[in-house]
């Protein structure tokens, strides 16, 4: 009885840790916005593209580029502004002004001592 106890333990530690690895909270702020396109729609003979806000949120230590999940968010973010998010695989969901987003990660890159960070508040 007692093993299955130290088992059913080791499990759940371990369960524990790898989900906190998979959701990481941290700061960071907005730092730029571009439109980018992120599909095409075509209507009859004629093809257009789609755009799509694209943001780079930066970290003390990482750099992200993230993009709308679904093309009903069409409102701007500010940039400069501090956000609170929280990044599990593919996604970043952050609060900016209190209000909450969700966006796929493109890309991310190591933020380089010659980029300025994030600003401290």
């Known amino acids: 009885m007692k093993k299955m106890s130290l088992v059913l333990s080791v499990v759940a530690i371990c369960l524990g840790v790898a989900w906190a690895k998979d959701k990481q909270e ?14 095409s729609q ?54 900016v002004n209190g209000k909450g987003y969700e966006m796929l990660v493109v890309s991310e890159a190591a933020v380089t001592s010659a980029q300025p960070s994030a600003p401290q508040q």
């Not at 069409?74 to 609060?95: R, S, Y």
């Open 26 to 39: 941290t700061q960071g702020t907005i730092v730029s916005e571009n439109s980018v396109a992120c599909g």
């Open 42 to 95: 075509s209507k009859g003979k004629k093809t257009s593209d789609i755009m799509c806000q694209e943001y780079v949120i930066r970290t003390d230590t990482t750099e992200y580029h993230v993009r709308q999940e679904k093309e009903a968010h069409k409102e701007l973010l500010p940039v400069n502004a501090p956000v609170e998010l929280t990044i599990g695989k593919d996604k970043m969901k952050f609060k």
